[in-house]
């Protein structure tokens, strides 16, 4: 099997702003959070890898992610709850 | 194409400001009360108590949130896959039962297991029971003595309480006032005839790390089986069955991300440690366990294992972190505000504290906007305090005041901050209406007091 190539910038800037993006979808005020704070977490910490092997395994483990993000997005808003998480609703 | 959706919208306002318009028209002279606002029809009322919206989630040891990734790897098994593990003969058996194997391999590479020493469960209340259960019965002509501690989890004890009634004896080891068990003791309290050592990893209510690794040498030296409950512990406290001197283990899935009605028991092969079987069937599990496996669990254990293995460092980082908030934001507010259990050998996630001079129920009915749990049994049928933490030796009062705090790996600082909120205002409004609060305050010592009888 070709070794895979290292991502480039902009594709790495764009799968994260995918992530972020699909992060907003979620119905679920603890899940949207998480999505969003792993997300930016990650890509920070992954920031430093200069070994191309190992930030080629972090760009596709970041696609598969994105893709399991994608269609959970869904899945939670056919079965959001009526009512919303109180973190959600304006301070009384 | 934009203006044709504007001039869809505009009726549709139009019949909206109708329909208000229509819907009282006997309304504008009567005396009812105004009916609730949109805003409040999201409110959810239950046991009559109304809440704006599903309250904060902070009782991660009572359960946790499936995470969408194990959710989205059990799927296909609800959709397509639904095959029966065992059945030999066709596709849909073979790729289950593929499945089911690769669930098995990541939950013992969690735990530094082989595969072949996992077998699945219905969760760590059914394996508790066979391990207990199920060694002290296999071995019962040689091995009558089985040692635990009082902090055990109720399946364990219970257990236990039933081995005594068929004969065998139990010594239940006390603790000391920060939860951990006393290693000497528990080498001393060994006999030639104990069968097992159960002592749990991290306890459910108060969240202590015991010494595992001190017990399991000594059971090793002793040649005692050591069988340890990590429920709460599995993902969250690294756990290597080799290093700990682990005899067998009861695991859950349900605490680590994962679905419920699923747990695995590891059992040692090297040296074998044998058990009596508790379900009788069609030999399923290496004949441990009859009964089909749940693919669609086990495949979410799975996944809850492997995601546990590579979120465990940033997880507990973040755990601490948090823990840290919440601790210096109520104690910081509030003060006589003590913490259950030992801070240094501690699952940072579980925080269970005790408000002095405040009455626990109505604590607990004043933080419905909160999910947390209360140390005590009050919020169930009886009135006594928590087993474990009389076992701490803490007062009944402090006892009954006590609240347990989870924080997993989808808690928010803002969630924390809003607990910490709730927390402080409804423990200042009890204290302010408190005759016994004003009294300590005063430097009255409340112990000391003769009451006068009627």
């Not at chain 2, 347990?404 to 402080?424: N, S, W, Y």
Request: charged letters at 25%; one cysteine or more; a positive charge.
């Amino acid at each position: 099997m070709a070794a895979a190539a290292a991502p480039t910038r902009a594709e790495v800037m764009s799968l994260f702003r995918s992530l972020l993006r699909t992060a907003r979808q979620f119905s679920d005020y603890n899940i949207r959070e998480y999505t969003r704070r792993r997300a930016a977490d990650a890509f920070r910490e992954n920031r430093a890898l200069g070994d191309v092997p190992a930030a080629a395994a972090a760009f596709a483990y970041g696609k598969k992610q994105l893709e399991v993000a994608k269609r959970q997005a869904v899945v939670y808003s056919m079965y959001a709850p009526k009512a919303k998480s109180i973190m959600e609703m304006k301070l009384q | 194409m934009a203006l044709s959706r504007r001039l869809l919208l505009l009726p549709l306002l139009r019949r909206g400001g109708c329909l208000s318009a229509s819907a009282s028209p006997a309304r504008a002279l009567s005396t009812a009360a105004v009916p609730a606002d949109a805003e409040q029809e999201e409110a959810v009322t239950v046991k009559g108590v109304r809440i704006s919206g599903r309250p904060l989630y902070m009782d991660m040891q009572a359960t946790t949130p499936v995470d969408p990734r194990v959710l989205d790897a059990m799927l296909p098994f609800y959709l397509s896959r639904y095959g029966n593990p065992h059945s030999r003969t066709h596709l849909y058996g073979w790729e289950s039962d593929a499945a089911v194997e690769e669930a098995r391999a990541r939950v013992a590479s969690l735990v530094g297991a082989d595969p072949r020493e996992i077998f699945f469960t219905s969760g760590a209340t059914e394996c508790n029971n066979i391990a207990v259960k199920g060694v002290m019965r296999f071995y019962r002509d040689r091995r009558r003595h089985v040692i635990t501690t009082q902090t055990e989890h109720k399946c364990v004890l219970d257990s236990c309480r039933y081995l005594q009634q068929e004969g065998f004896e139990v010594t239940y080891l006390p603790v000391r006032s920060d939860g951990l068990v006393d290693v000497a003791q528990l080498a001393d309290a060994i006999r030639p005839d104990t069968g097992l050592v159960s002592v749990m990893a991290v306890n459910n209510e108060i969240g202590v790390v015991q010494p595992l690794e001190e017990i399991g040498r000594i059971c090793r030296e002793k040649g005692v089986p050591f069988h340890t409950d990590a429920a709460q512990a599995l993902g969250k406290i690294p756990i290597d069955v080799n290093q700990m001197g682990i005899g067998l283990m009861s695991l859950s899935a349900h605490k680590i991300y994962g679905p419920k009605g699923v747990g695995a028991l590891y059992l040692r092969r090297r040296p074998r440690i044998r058990v009596e079987p508790q379900m009788s069937g069609g030999g399923q599990e290496r004949g441990i366990r009859s009964g089909t496996v749940p693919t669609p669990l086990v495949v979410g254990f799975g996944a809850a294992c492997e995601i546990a293995a590579k979120e465990m460092d940033y997880d507990h980082r973040r755990a601490t972190t948090l823990q840290q908030r919440l601790l210096n934001g109520i104690c910081g507010q509030v003060d006589d505000v003590v913490i259950n259990g030992s801070m240094e050998h501690r699952y940072p996630g579980n925080l269970n504290l005790s408000f002095a001079y405040v009455e626990g129920e109505s604590l607990l009915m004043g933080l419905k906007e909160v999910a947390v749990s209360s140390g005590s049994a009050c919020t169930s049928a009886s009135l006594e305090p928590s087993y474990v933490l009389r076992a701490l030796g803490v007062e009944e009062d402090m006892a009954h005041t006590s609240i347990r705090f989870g924080i997993g790996r989808f808690t928010t600082e803002e969630e924390v901050d809003r607990a910490t909120e709730l927390t402080v205002h409804q423990v200042k409004k009890l204290r302010d209406m408190s005759p016994l609060y004003e009294m300590a305050k005063a430097g009255i010592d409340i112990k000391s007091i003769q009451w006068a009888q009627h």
